[in-house]
């Protein structure tokens, strides 16, 4: 398991950073956030319906190496290491054993969707590592003062994107069992604060240096945000929430094809098996602790409550939405459905003598999935034959229809 979270490890930072200034042109949603982070730098204003953190922090690599299609993937692609760690990280912490540290290391760095967008000038990687971080600060948090890192990390995650707020729940719940509840709503003002003042900062920069006037915007934009947050503006690579946990519609951020007949394709699809064998994982999830309420058996403590929660209060927000999702939507929620694969492979793990060899062997196949389906999340050339091989479903296509 060691050996195959080394190779993952490795394969996994190759495919983030591989070639990352490539294609050197604006791809998917590129469109926007490099702009307004430029927009940022140069002192002016542009409507966003998303608070500014993630647009700070392009702005910064762009700000350290130029205005180039590299500069505005460095952070993201940054993001996206430093997430291999933290979720190994994560993953000791949350189930207190090293092979589940291995395994959600290894899910994390062999997740093709995550490679995308981790090298890709958006914000969504940085919305899921701050979520992570936020998880791991509260199963670390013993003390009372603990428990303001927590807060820190949340208000952080807000600021990216308000669609993450819900993790406050299975956060909130690993503090309660904890008996840190208390102090963590206590601490809600600190998350209110940080996000409150980088919001402020934003329109310092790019709208007045007045103070009070500033002030007066940051109420103004969040009431307009509030009226565009259900905007339906049709796309045809937009997806109904149902369709994320099938990967029915992965969305295409770019593609073409050489003189020399070579097909290069940047695509946020994810790990088929990962993908699958997660959504399998949460429903066994539902179906266990189901099982458990009907037979009376205690269930507070067990790690699959909050997993649950988190999965379920990310994704429900989306399913009464009139605004127009996408799959890249479904990525906080997707933390969380790794989670529960963690959390079903520990459950075989310890089913010796098979169990571990089982686990070992599902770790490999993920591993050369990732393998032979990094090339359409790289842009590394493929011949069309190579091409229709990866496109398992007509959805998956990312020739221009």
Request: hydrophobic letters at 60%; one cysteine or more.
């Amino acid at each position: 398991m060691l050996l195959l979270a080394v190779v993952a490890l490795v394969a996994g930072l190759w495919g983030r950073l591989y070639d990352l200034g490539f294609p050197p042109q604006i791809m998917f949603d590129e469109q926007y956030f490099p702009e307004y982070a430029r927009e940022y730098l140069e002192g002016n204003y542009k409507f966003d319906l998303h608070p500014p953190l993630g647009k700070f922090i392009i702005a910064a690599s762009i700000a350290l190496l130029g205005d180039t299609p590299f500069a505005w993937r460095w952070m993201p692609a940054v993001f996206g290491c430093a997430m291999i760690p933290l979720g190994a990280a994560l993953g000791w912490y949350y189930f207190k054993e090293r092979v589940a540290a291995l395994l959600l290391g290894t899910f994390i760095a062999g997740e093709t969707f995550l490679v995308a967008y981790s090298r890709t000038g958006v914000m969504d990687i940085f919305l899921v590592f701050f979520m992570l971080g936020t998880l791991l600060a509260a199963l670390m948090a013993e003390r009372r003062g603990e428990v303001i890192w927590v807060a820190v990390l949340l208000g952080l995650s807000i600021a990216v994107k308000w669609a993450v707020f819900p993790v406050a729940i299975p956060v909130g719940y690993i503090l309660w069992r904890k008996g840190l509840f208390r102090p963590f709503v206590a601490s809600l003002w600190i998350s209110a604060v940080l996000y409150l003042a980088v919001v402020y900062v934003g329109a310092l920069v790019s709208v007045t240096w007045n103070p009070w006037q500033a002030w007066q915007w940051v109420w103004v934009w969040h009431l307009q945000a509030a009226e565009k947050i259900t905007a339906a503006i049709p796309n045809p690579l937009a997806s109904p929430w149902w369709s994320w946990p099938l990967m029915l519609h992965p969305i295409r951020f770019w593609y073409a094809v050489s003189p020399d007949l070579e097909v290069r394709v940047i695509s946020a699809i994810g790990n088929p098996l990962l993908w699958w064998s997660s959504t399998l994982a949460v429903v066994a999830g539902l179906v266990e602790l189901v099982r458990r309420v009907v037979l009376r058996k205690w269930v507070a403590d067990d790690p699959l409550v909050p997993i649950m929660l988190g999965y379920v209060f990310l994704l429900l927000p989306w399913v009464p939405s009139t605004r127009i999702p996408y799959i890249y939507n479904y990525l906080p929620s997707y933390a969380f459905a790794l989670l529960a694969l963690v959390y079903w492979m520990c459950v075989v793990w310890r089913r010796r003598p098979v169990g571990p060899w089982v686990v070992v062997a599902f770790s490999a196949c993920a591993v050369a999935v990732f393998l032979f389906f990094v090339p359409m999340a790289t842009g590394f050339p493929m011949s069309f034959q190579g091409l229709q091989w990866r496109v398992w479903l007509d959805s998956w296509s990312p020739v221009p229809r």
